[in-house]
T-cell receptor, first 109, second 113 residues
Framework: GQQVMQIPQYQHVQEGEDFTTYCNSSTTLSNIQWYKQRPGGHPVFLIQLVKSGEVKKQKRLTFQFGEAKKNSSLHITATQTTDVGTYFCAGYTGNQFYFGTGTSLTVIP | DSGVTQTPKHLITATGQRVTLRCSPRSGDLSVYWYQQSLDQGLQFLIQYYNGEERAKGNILERFSAQQFPDLHSELNLSSLELGDSALYFC????????????FGEGSRLTVL
């Protein structure tokens, strides 16, 4: 069945270091979304990518959608303590969203 | 505040019991989604309703059922509860029935003892 895998599962970084999480789908996606869930909170939408090879930036965050529309990445430059949380990708195919397993980011001050 | 309201926020019950979780979507949103999040787990899609009709079904157990009412609020019914059903249940809503942004509620934390 359809799966969306995300790596790494956990990442600890020193404040100021960069961070990247990767998302891979077993099938081609119509689009991919990214969400952030703060500890004890609920997922909050960050961005949606639709086009093959698309790259979008939000301040220190850079999102990419692969050429084959089967993978995506989120890169955070110069992490801050406010970046702490779990980042989920959600790929849309077959009339539903498939959420990745998430990457839990810890930022050490 | 996402505009999605879930009740109750917390629920403690015993094995074998039945509970109902309620979700009110954002004003104007026609789709409601239910997700289950267990400890250190991702978001498991359960079911989606669009304008009162079931739109997509995920890994929802037969002991679970859901519906969306004419006023667009939704209820998730969990019966014959087991310890493993303890989880955070999120409701999300979106404007249409397709691929738009999901707005999540704060979740209902269910503990089965």
């Amino acid at each position: 069945g359809q799966q969306v895998m995300q790596i790494p599962q956990y990442q600890h970084v020193q404040e100021g270091e960069d961070f990247t999480t990767y998302c891979n789908s077993s099938t081609t996606l119509s689009n991919i979304q990214w969400y952030k869930q703060r500890p004890g909170g609920h997922p909050v939408f960050l961005i949606q990518l639709v086009k093959s090879g698309e790259v979008k930036k939000q301040k220190r965050l850079t999102f990419q959608f692969g050429e084959a529309k089967k993978n995506s990445s989120l890169h955070i430059t110069a992490t801050q303590t406010t970046d702490v949380g779990t980042y989920f990708c959600a790929g849309y195919t077959g009339n539903q969203f498939y959420f990745g397993t998430g990457t839990s980011l810890t930022v050490i001050p | 505040d996402s505009g999605v309201t879930q009740t109750p926020k917390h629920l403690i019950t015993a094995t074998g019991q039945r509970v109902t979780l309620r979700c009110s979507p954002r004003s104007g949103d026609l789709s409601v989604y239910w997700y289950q999040q267990s400890l250190d787990q991702g978001l498991q899609f359960l079911i989606q309703y669009y304008n009162g009709e079931e739109r997509a079904k995920g890994n929802i157990l037969e002991r679970f059922s859901a519906q969306q009412f004419p006023d667009l609020h939704s209820e998730l019914n969990l019966s014959s509860l087991e310890l493993g059903d303890s989880a955070l249940y999120f409701c999300a809503s979106s404007r249409g029935g397709g691929t738009g942004e999901l707005f999540f509620g704060e979740g209902s934390r269910l503990t089965v003892l």
